[in-house]
């Protein structure tokens, strides 16, 4: 699974935090200029439905901050559905106003954790999950927020032992999806699909944005194992929990490219970059268009990328490591490894090392790409984009042997993972005398 392309970020499980909170927890307060959004009164969401609630109980009394804590979640909920990252600059000024007033509200906190992961700010994060759960020993949310923070930090055994605690306390949706990425991290994807499905079966019946995003991610990880059905089925599955989930659309349009039918691919990415615009779907749609043929389209559709990025940027979202990737593919040079570097130093983890030693190994600096591309793995990952790399690297040093063996890893699973790549795995796999696989059926 391409993770710097899932998630994205968008990589996280970011989890609703729980609206209510007792009266006595938040004061009243003079008001303040509230930001109100238009919500059309016939929308049938369950967000929407919370925005209006919100936004209604606090016309009636702006000193509400029940009602301005639930508006604050619900806009971060919001941006999970449409990819808006101006609602972020909303929630973060109603947070701030709760948080100068009532630094010590655990709800509150948790809040801004989720919002400081969500505009990757790691280390912002992480304290705020220290502090809360200092205020509420074991409270799941702020575990997982911790779990989170950890991770895209590249501190993997403490997000581990705040796994073990998070399932432990609340076995839930949240944290059986946070220990299935903790096995995918370590190679152990049969795990990883068991913990996924445990998410998927603790959801029940209930639906929503959440179900639909795990289900999606257990789409993700049965298409790296090269069960190309199931993942389908999978994908459709997150499509009945929320209507036209576009990160379901776009797994959809990532078995369409396992099975070769790139110009179908693009078209259904089409639906996807207008529903929500993310770079990660920007550029799944470039390389989709480029596999096809249809190079001028491609082009236009990698220049949103750009565009799509400056936005987030402008709303307070890091997106220094969800770019510095694609710089290597597409705007190769000194410069790009230099932003590769930066991007490592504020969040080193696996997959700042693996960008890092794709922007070296394509300025030419082998040796030091494999001293990066081994940081990327040392947990002993088999994401399919990481061992290519890796396979890559170790095939321009002359390291047939490393470069037989990662590229292996890649044609038991699924080579097809990214349509741009597919003749690059291919080329390879010739030089190396593996046979590259027939499209997966």
Not at 75 to 86: G, H, I, N, S, Y
Not at 105 to 132: K, S
């Amino acid at each position: 699974m391409n993770k710097a392309a899932s998630a994205a970020l968008m990589g996280l499980v970011l989890m609703m935090v729980a609206p209510a909170c007792g009266g006595d927890h938040l004061r009243a307060r003079a008001p303040a200029t509230l930001p109100f959004v238009s919500v059309d009164p016939a929308s049938g969401s369950p967000t929407d439905r919370a925005i209006a609630d919100a936004q209604k109980r606090l016309h009636l009394n702006a000193n509400d901050d029940e009602a301005r804590l639930a508006l604050a979640v619900a806009f971060l909920q919001k941006v999970r559905e449409t990819a808006d990252p101006t609602l972020y600059l909303k929630a973060q000024g109603l947070l701030d106003d709760l948080a100068s007033r009532r630094a010590d509200n655990p709800t509150v906190i948790e809040a801004r954790g989720t919002l400081a992961l969500a505009q990757h700010r790691f280390e912002d994060a992480l304290e705020l999950g220290n502090e809360a759960l200092r205020l509420a020993p074991d409270n799941a949310t702020a575990l997982g927020i911790l779990v989170d923070a950890n991770n895209e930090l590249g501190r993997y055994d403490d997000a581990l032992e705040a796994t073990q605690r998070m399932v432990d306390t609340r076995p839930s949706l949240a944290s059986y999806s946070r220990v299935s990425y903790a096995r995918e991290l370590r190679g152990d994807f049969p795990g990883a699909i068991e913990a996924m499905q445990q998410a998927v079966s603790s959801a029940g019946s209930t639906g929503g944005e959440n179900l639909a995003y795990v289900e999606t991610l257990l789409g993700q990880l049965l298409l790296t194992t090269g069960k190309v059905t199931a993942a389908d089925r999978a994908f459709t599955a997150a499509e009945h929990a929320f209507p036209n989930f576009p990160a379901a659309l776009a797994g959809h349009a990532q078995v369409l490219v396992a099975r070769d039918q790139f110009s179908a691919a693009a078209d259904v990415l089409t639906r996807v970059v207008k529903v929500q615009p993310l770079a990660q779907y920007a550029i799944a749609y470039g390389d989709a268009l480029s596999a096809s043929g249809r190079d001028h389209e491609a082009a236009r559709a990698y220049e949103l990328v750009d565009v799509i990025s400056k936005l987030f940027q402008a709303n307070g979202v890091r997106l220094d490591l969800e770019t510095v990737l694609f710089d290597a593919d597409h705007h190769p040079g000194n410069s790009a490894v230099d932003r590769a570097r930066r991007a490592l130093r504020d969040r080193p983890s696996g997959r700042a090392h693996d960008a890092l030693a794709w922007n070296l190994y394509q300025v030419g600096s082998f040796d030091a790409a494999a001293k990066e591309s081994q940081r990327a793995l040392a947990l002993g990952g088999r994401d399919p984009q990481e061992q290519f790399h890796a396979a890559a690297i170790a095939f321009a040093q002359g390291n047939r042997v490393n470069a037989i063996e990662h590229l292996r890893t890649v044609l038991t699973e699924n080579p097809r993972f990214n349509a741009r790549l597919i003749p690059k795995i291919a080329s390879l796999a010739r030089s190396l005398d593996l046979a590259m696989p027939k499209p997966l059926p």
